[in-house]
């Protein structure tokens, strides 16, 4: 079932989704060579909770961190570790989720580490734009696969990959709530759009083909043929006056 919120419930998902936006701009300003994912996970947690919230992935599933950080070929869900330390040329996708007062924020972006080749800028760029050109049909009486099939097309008019085994979702009092928001498929389809629908929209694009497998610590994700891969995702809600993206700094 997919759960509406009422303007009181928008309004709190709005400070969990601030929460979320402000911790990745710290967390941008951080992310330098030398530096360890854990000691990305640590400022995280650490800024989440001055802020009166909980992180969102610890412990969720037994997932062991506040922040998902993955490498280059890595698309998500990767686990930070003193032993991972950021080069320069590296990408890293992070994805980082707020519990405020009952309710849930969700983003992730991918960041440069240093100075990066050219296709990795331009990966990085085309996976944020093709949110961008989803959300253009997050309207009210739209259907949700209007969205994914927006990604889609950008996209694969880019000559990138979308992820297929991995997909956003709906958000709220849980991390994760229906409806699914796939980021490829046929317009047309899926519930329609309806004001107070709050969902986490995140496209993962690959540099090479859209197959991903899982490592043996069975939680990080990465491209089977070894491409970069990058993540942009922002928590929206679907109001009657348009689109709202909750989890901007």
Same mark, same amino acid.
């Given at each position: 079932?997919?759960?509406?919120?009422?303007?009181?419930?928008?309004?709190?998902?709005?400070?969990?989704?601030?929460?979320?936006?402000?911790?990745?701009?710290?967390?941008?300003?951080?992310?330098?060579?030398?530096?360890?994912?854990?000691?990305?996970?640590?400022?995280?947690?650490?800024?989440?909770?001055?802020?009166?919230?909980?992180?969102?992935?610890?412990?969720?599933?037994?997932?062991?961190?506040?922040?998902?950080?993955?490498?280059?070929?890595?698309?998500?869900?990767?686990?930070?570790?003193?032993?991972?330390?950021?080069?320069?040329?590296?990408?890293?996708?992070?994805?980082?989720?707020?519990?405020?007062?009952?309710?849930?924020?969700?983003?992730?972006?991918?960041?440069?580490?240093?100075?990066?080749?050219?296709?990795?800028?331009?990966?990085?760029?085309?996976?944020?734009?093709?949110?961008?050109?989803?959300?253009?049909?997050?309207? &009210?009486?739209?259907?949700? !696969?209007?969205?994914? %099939?927006?990604?889609? *097309?950008? /996209?694969?008019? #880019?000559?990138?990959?979308?992820?297929?085994?991995?997909?956003?979702?709906?958000?709220?009092?849980?991390?994760?709530?229906?409806?699914?928001?796939?980021?490829?498929?046929?317009?047309?389809?899926?519930?329609?759009?309806?004001?107070?629908?709050?969902?986490?929209?995140?496209?993962?694009?690959?540099?090479?083909?859209?197959?991903?497998?899982?490592?043996?610590?069975?939680?990080?994700? &990465?491209?089977?043929?070894? !491409?970069?891969?990058? %993540?942009?995702?922002? *928590?929206? /809600?679907?109001? #009657?006056?348009?689109?709202?993206?909750?989890?901007?700094?």
């Amino acid at each position: 079932m997919i759960i509406k919120k009422n303007d009181n419930e928008i309004q709190l998902m709005r400070r969990a989704g601030k929460i979320v936006g402000d911790a990745l701009a710290m967390l941008q300003e951080e992310i330098k060579p030398g530096i360890s994912t854990a000691d990305l996970d640590k400022l995280a947690e650490e800024f989440i909770i001055s802020q009166g919230a909980k992180p969102s992935f610890k412990g969720y599933y037994s997932f062991p961190a506040t922040l998902c950080t993955s490498i280059n070929e890595e698309v998500i869900h990767g686990i930070p570790s003193r032993n991972k330390i950021l080069q320069d040329g590296d990408i890293i996708s992070i994805d980082c989720g707020a519990f405020f007062k009952g309710y849930h924020g969700d983003a992730a972006r991918t960041f440069p580490v240093g100075k990066v080749s050219n296709a990795a800028n331009e990966l990085i760029r085309i996976t944020e734009k093709s949110f961008f050109k989803g959300i253009e049909k997050a309207i &009210v009486g739209n259907r949700l !696969s209007d969205i994914s %099939h927006e990604i889609q *097309t950008y /996209v694969e008019s #880019e000559g990138y990959s979308v992820v297929r085994d991995f997909v956003g979702h709906g958000i709220g009092k849980k991390l994760h709530e229906e409806p699914n928001v796939p980021n490829f498929g046929k317009p047309g389809r899926g519930p329609k759009l309806t004001h107070g629908m709050t969902l986490a929209i995140e496209p993962m694009v690959n540099i090479g083909s859209f197959y991903t497998k899982t490592l043996r610590d069975n939680w990080t994700v &990465v491209t089977a043929d070894g !491409s970069l891969s990058a %993540h942009y995702e922002n *928590t929206v /809600v679907i109001l #009657e006056t348009g689109v709202e993206i909750l989890t901007l700094s």
